[in-house]
């Protein structure tokens, strides 16, 4: 026998009144236990054998966690009670509750039911079979209510479409491409405005560019000032060097010379990515040549 418990049903239930031809013998297996209508796109306890509607069954098993959380929260007790709440159950206490596939019996059964369009009160006369009831009830039926986002109107999907409401209704939210701003179809969104709109994201995108332009340059010329330090610790290395050749010291001398004012060059520069690492590449070069 199922435990007592509250849950919210589904939106837009299958009542037993919509089902045109069921069998007084497969009432009880297309019953959800839960909600106590007809299963919608059910799932089966693989330890009772029972099916639920997959809606009803995932929001009792969410509201059973947070019995069990008050529960534990409001007692500190660490007995077997605690452990045996902490685990999922189903409406019929098995636990833990494990999920599967409703059997073929079920599935071929439910199919096989012809039910009204849930929107038969406002004049739907369509009777469908149970796996064609979504998309007709979602996408075609006529008789669907829809409400306008923009003024929170209901009316009829065959007024809707007819009229090309959105087209038309006035407080519809639209989104100029040329300044992005975001206005009502009713608002007035004139050249000006946009005009005006267009500078104000230029100032901001501009004002952007130059704080991470700026990072980039004090990045750079931390990098090059880095070097400069090595530059100076070669020069003073082959500086002093006796044993070195006049025209290999003129030689390397002039190298070096030539890479610090390189670097200088670039250091005031706001180089790319690929302009880096080309740049530090070569220097890392001369750099090795010298040292051979």
């Known amino acids: 026998m ?52 997959y809606q009803c069954i995932q929001k009792w098993l969410f509201e059973q966690q947070e019995q069990i959380i008050e529960y534990i929260y409001n007692n500190n007790e660490n007995d077997y009670l605690i452990k ?5 159950r189903c409406p019929f206490n098995c636990s833990p509750y494990q999920e599967r596939k409703c059997p ?22 369509e009777i469908l079979f149970y796996e064609q009831l979504e998309k007709h009830e979602e996408e075609f039926c006529q008789y669907k209510i829809i409400r306008c986002p923009g003024c929170k109107q209901d009316m009829f999907k065959s007024i809707f479409d007819k ?8 407080y519809i939210e639209l989104e100029c491409k040329k300044c992005q701003s ?35 340059f004090d990045i750079q010329r931390k990098k090059i000032d ?3 330090e090595k530059f100076d610790i070669i020069e003073d290395i082959y500086g002093h060097d006796d044993d070195t050749d006049d025209h290999d010291d003129q ?39 010298l040292l051979i």
Request: hydrophobic share 40%; charged share 20%; proline share 3%.
């Open 251 to 289: 030689h390397k001398n002039k190298t070096i010379n030539s890479i610090r004012m390189l670097t200088h060059l670039f250091s005031f520069q706001i180089m790319g990515k690929s302009q880096i690492i080309i740049t530090i590449g070569f220097i890392i070069f001369i750099i090795f040549i």
């Open 84 to 88: 045996s709440l902490s685990l999922t």
């Open 104 to 125: 073929p019996l079920l599935t071929s059964i439910l199919s096989k039911l012809t039910i009204e369009c849930r929107n038969k009160s406002y004049g739907c006369q």
């Open 163 to 170: 009229d090309e409401h959105l087209l038309n209704c006035l």
């Open 2 to 53: 199922a435990s007592n418990f509250q849950t919210e049903f589904p939106l837009n239930p299958i009542i037993l009144e919509r089902v045109t031809n069921l069998n007084a013998q497969h009432a009880d297996l297309v019953h959800c236990p839960i909600c106590n209508h007809i299963l919608w796109k059910p799932v089966t306890c693989s330890l009772c054998e029972n099916s639920f509607c």
């Open 182 to 216: 975001i206005f009502k179809r009713k608002d007035k969104h004139s050249e000006f405005d946009c005009m005006q709109q267009q500078i104000y994201l230029l100032k901001k995108n501009m004002i952007t560019l130059e704080q991470k332009s700026s990072k980039i």
């Open 226 to 228: 880095i070097l400069d």
